[in-house]
């Protein structure tokens, strides 16, 4: 089994900055050591979407076209825990976010390659 823990979500004006921190643990993470963390986000009647994605061993990256540029996801092996720094927010970016983790090597955007999710943090985006 595999825990993830998200936090960092909260209230920020459009243009403002904040910061979400997912932290993995569990018996069985060692497991997912060449896979990747990912973020995606759900927004209210809406699909879970991809967002960004890192690869633990080699730091690749990806991002959706949506948040290029604004958003920076990263990585601290030691503390088995995954960052996403999210600047320039707009309305559009308030949804819950998630983090997952999946046994992919290298890095993926698809939805379905992920095996254990977070329960979310809300982040919303007042205009």
């Known amino acids: 089994q595999v825990q993830l823990v998200e936090s960092g979500g909260g209230l920020v004006q459009a243009g403002g900055s904040l910061r979400l921190s997912c932290a993995a643990s569990?018996?069985?993470?060692?497991?997912?050591?060449?896979?990747?963390m990912g973020w995606f986000r759900q927004a209210p009647g809406k699909e879970r979407e991809f967002v960004a994605t890192?690869?633990?061993?080699?730091?690749?990256?990806r991002y959706a076209d949506s948040v290029e540029g604004r958003f920076t996801i990263s990585r601290d092996n030691a503390k088995n825990t995954v960052y996403l720094q999210m600047n320039s927010l707009k309305p559009e970016d308030t949804a819950i976010y998630y983090c997952?983790?999946?046994?992919?090597?290298?890095?993926?955007?698809?939805?379905?390659?992920?095996?254990?999710w977070g329960q979310g943090t809300q982040v919303t985006v007042s205009s």
């Open positions: 569990g018996r069985t993470f060692s497991s997912y050591a060449m896979g990747c």
């Open positions: 890192i690869s633990w061993s080699l730091g690749s990256t």
């Open positions: 997952a983790t999946s046994g992919v090597v290298g890095i993926s955007p698809y939805r379905h390659e992920y095996d254990y």
